[in-house]
């Protein structure tokens, strides 16, 4: 591979990293999903992972979500070493995620959703409040949501992806991971939803955010750690990064098919023969 | 109605709207007591009938039984009637739960019937107290339910073959509960045959209830409607408040006062009214209710979301297997006996109909304590009434498969008119 993976300090200078990874692996029966990764993400961090279909991406996310255990590997957590076998657990920690499915309960209604499993008051709902906060939260991410009295069911694509977003905010979280969080957006909601991944970087949260879109990556991001068939391939800054480079380095080679492409169209432009 | 009665929320001034009805989207109804009625005839058109089509056909089966026997809605007939309901009403109650969660119970009618064995053995021929002998037949219904979820969650066992291994077990269980005698009587007098057969409220009492429940209805209605436009938030009008409350009253009223000319309102019946009461509380207004749509609704996102899957699935077993043993001792003490056939027959069947009738999805994530209480009435009153003709089982086997079929049908169509108007 041409360019070497750049190890650098995080930004923070000195804060240490909220979260590290150190040689996860997690198997499906022979199948290694996931082999050696590591990854560090530090407070007001956006770090992306990217990483062709079947590299392990979503895997890492169930990882550090609970909703899959992994086979090996430590996971530290604000200096500690941590085990993440349950979903609640995950969210103890302070380690909220918006799933590329979303994980809504479609027959639920948008307050509902946005509660689940964090309901205030758990023996006499207090629905004024949860509503409340509801519309704080879709204001704050100034979604396009008539009414969170109905159910999700009837919501759009981006307007689910708003409640999901929205619902991970809810429990004061210190990392945010988003899967795909613009893969089924609009423009104006990419938009606003890169703008508020910039938003909680300000605020201070840790962000992990996987995407498919070099675009939307080299937008916010301030490193991008790629994975490839289920292993580290390198660590970029993204202001030293540029998009041939990470394809390469998804790809696992200089000479690929995006590369191949570009430089054949280039040559079409050039009015060469192809 | 004159404009003071509307709410702020509805009222022109832009600075005044309530923050949840500031989307330009929203059509911005008329307030007060028309705003309700006009909202009700869009939710209907919309596909969302709520409990319209059982109060609908509950006074067609009335309408066409009582010009076929006019003892039908005689008084002394409707209080049996409703005191008939509460057994197999209670173990319908607890197939919400299952259903709501999206499994089944099939083997309700065995544990019921095992329950009501085990009253009787322990009461009558081990001459325990009553209290001990309830104990250990709800206690059964407990256990089976433990055991259920256990099955359930650690093995995989589909829901439908566990129970349909325990509907023939425990009918096996409950006739060598029995042993060779195969019937035991409960004595006439004791406190929970009584109960069960011939104590009713008091006239004043029945009243006061009605009068506390409307008074109830309407306070909780205003408190959460204060502290709704405390937050800023639309509320429903006192006015509209005041006039469902004032409506139950009148109308429970009534019915009462007809009722209390013969002997009024069987204390089983209350009873059942307190547990629908006390479930749909539980479903509406509590976490555990909410995890129970959740997961009935997705199972993996509630998961995801922190909820302990597992121990839904095993509360809603055990909610179910406990008030299926409820009802069978209320059966048993209906009866004034345990017999063979106690919890066998239609049961099993009368009960998840009944739940399903009264609105309950069987694909989860989608019900209401009340569909137990209405399904029941419309299931009774056909069996009453086939009865009151002089029909045999069979007349009322095959009307309760076209009523079961037909509310099905009714909310299948609605799910689709749901799906086109966008309210799932």
Known sequence: MATAPVMEQDRTGGTGHVLSLRGITKTFGAVAALTDVDLDVARGEVV??????????????????????PTSGTITFEGSEVTISTPADAQRLGIATVFQDLALCENLNVVENLFLGQEIG????????????????????????????????????????????ARSLLGD???????????????????EVLNLIERLRERGFGVIMISHNMADVQAVADRVAVLRLGRNNGVFRVSDVSSEELVAAITGASDNVVTQRSARRGAIAKGEPA | MSGTDVEPATEPTAARVATDLQDERLSQGAGGLKGALAGLGSRVRGGDLGVIPV???????????????SQFLSAANLENLLLECVPVGVIALGIVF???????????????????????????????SVVLAIAVAVGSGVLIGLLYGQIFNRIGVPSFVISLAGLLAFAGLQLAVLGTKGAINLPFDSALVKFAQLQFMPDWLSYALV??????????????????????????????????????IVLVGAFVAYLNDSRGIGYMFVFFLALVLVMHYVLTRTKFGKSLFAVGGNAEAARRAGINVRRVYASAFVLCTTLAAVGGVLA????????????????????????????????????????????????????NGLTLLSLDSSYRFMVTGAVLLLAVGLDSVARRSRASSGRA
């Open chain 2, 98 to 128: 299952v259903l709501l969660v999206a499994e089944i119970d099939l083997s309700v009618g065995s544990i019921s019937g095992l329950s009501a064995a085990l009253l009787a053995v322990f009461y009558v021929d081990r001459g325990q």
């Open chain 2, 211 to 248: 009068l506390a429940g409307g008074i109830g209805l309407f306070a909780t209605g205003f408190a959460r409607a204060q502290a709704r436009r405390k937050a800023s938030l639309s509320a429903q009008s006192t006015v509209s408040l005041a006039v469902r409350s004032i409506a139950l």
């Open chain 2, 332 to 383: 048993a003490a209906r009866l004034a006996a345990a017999n063979q056939q106690s919890g066998g027959g239609d049961v099993n069947l009368n009960a998840i109909a009944a739940a399903v009738i009264g609105g309950t999805s069987l694909f989860g994530g989608r019900g209401s304590a009340f569909a137990a209480l209405l399904g029941i009435l419309v299931i009774q009153s056909i069996s």
């Open chain 1, 122 to 165: 758990p023996a006499r709902l207090d629905e004024v409040a949860m509503e409340v906060k509801s519309w704080e939260l879709l204001r704050e991410l100034s979604a396009k949501i008539p009414t969170v009295r109905i159910p999700v069911a009837s919501l759009s694509g981006g307007q689910r992806q708003t409640v999901a977003i």
């Open chain 1, 173 to 191: 979280p210190k990392i945010v991971m988003l899967d795909e969080p613009t893969a089924a957006l609009g423009v104006a909601q990419t938009a």
């Open chain 2, 55 to 69: 109060v609908a056909g509950l006074v067609i089966i009335a309408v066409v039984l009582q010009s076929l026997n």
């Open chain 1, 48 to 69: 992306a992972i990217v990483g062709d279909n079947g590299a392990g991406k979503s895997t890492l996310v169930k990882v550090l979500s609970g909703v899959h255990a």
